[in-house]
């Protein structure tokens, strides 16, 4: 049986490897929040940050991560957990990067306690490099607009709790 695991190269966009490299610094312990695959994070060890750890709510996709480049030295840390309650003291970390992982959150109060954690969690003076989605953005109107109107009139999918969540599968 072939195993699945397999180790490759993983490279960032040239302005996030600026980003990162302007506002994190590579000697601190690092938050890759919502990490997914961990490409970010593992990109970063290879950038030669000191310590990254990657944070995922997804069992699968921390295990993809882990599955990256096994046996890699030095490699980043994963673990399963929840950007709403992070298991980490204050002040744990000396930078934090949370690219497209907030907006998914289901609900406004569980983004704000997620936000809330990451600045308990960070360092004074340190920064925590965030994206998100533009809802604002023209490529996504018509988008928005269809599910305004399934709100107000009743057809959304039950299984969200606010305009905006988003269930995948």
């Not at 490897?17 to 938050?31: A, C, H, N, Q, V």
């Not at 950007?83 to 002040?91: G, M, S, T």
């Not at 009139?153 to 709790?161: E, S, V, Y």
């Given at each position: 049986k072939a195993s699945r695991t397999h180790q490759r190269d993983?490279?960032?966009?040239?302005?996030?490897?600026?980003?990162?490299?302007?506002?994190?610094?590579?000697?601190?312990?690092?938050?890759?929040?919502g990490c997914a695959v961990g490409e970010v994070a593992h990109a970063m060890v290879r950038l030669g940050?000191?310590?990254?750890?990657?944070?995922?709510?997804?069992?699968?996709?921390?295990a993809a991560a882990r599955d990256v480049?096994?046996?890699?030295?030095?490699?980043?840390?994963?673990?399963?957990?929840?950007?709403?309650?992070?298991?980490?003291?204050?002040?744990?970390?000396g930078g934090a990067v949370a690219l497209h992982a907030v907006t998914p959150i289901p609900t406004g109060t569980l983004r704000e306690k997620a936000l809330g954690e990451l600045h308990r969690t960070l360092r004074a003076g340190s920064c925590l490099i965030l994206s998100t989605f533009l809802r604002e953005d023209p490529a996504f109107t018509t988008c928005w607009e269809e599910e305004s109107t399934r709100w107000r009139?009743?057809?959304?999918?039950?299984?969200?709790?606010e305009l905006g969540d988003r269930i995948d599968g």
């Open positions: 993983v490279c960032l966009p040239g302005f996030l490897r600026g980003l990162l490299e302007t506002y994190l610094p590579k000697d601190e312990r690092i938050l890759d929040a940050y000191r310590e990254v750890i990657g944070v995922d709510l997804s069992p699968e996709m921390i480049a096994p046996g890699r030295e030095p490699s980043p840390s994963f673990q399963v957990g929840d950007l709403a309650h992070l298991a980490f003291p204050d002040l744990h970390f009139t009743g057809r959304h999918d039950p299984r969200l709790h």
